[in-house]
């Protein structure tokens, strides 16, 4: 088994910015309808920080797929960020769902299986993403 690691940390009052400018299509870009209600719905007030840290679990999913293309010699696509979610399962642990092109493409590079780690705390947000491949 070969496993590839991405982690990314996000600065949350400047991702709360990018959120509220109107005009920009970033949260519509970036964030599943499932996520944004999560953050909206969040207990603890702050959407900003549940978003960073999904953020973070995006950019981090991003560079563990690059790490295993490049295991395996293959140009990694353009992902759209829509494609990688983060859900919680029934226990309230977040995962990673890869949808559409993202779900090809881990299925090419033969990914068994992806877990996810998310933290926040003040102003930071971070995510670390293990991927098992096949051999």
Known sequence: MIHT????????PSLAEQLSDRASAFAAQT???AELAYAQGASSGQPAQHLAARFAA?????????????LRQIDAPALAMTTIEVLRDERGRPLLALHGEASR??????????QLSLSHDGDYAVAFVTIALTG
């Open 105 to 114: 493409f881990a299925e090419s590079l033969g990914v068994e299986r992806a």
């Open 31 to 33: 964030f599943t309808h």
């Open 5 to 12: 690691v991405g982690t990314d940390i996000v600065h949350v």
């Open 58 to 70: 995006k950019e981090a999913t991003l560079k563990a797929l690059d790490h295993a293309a490049a």
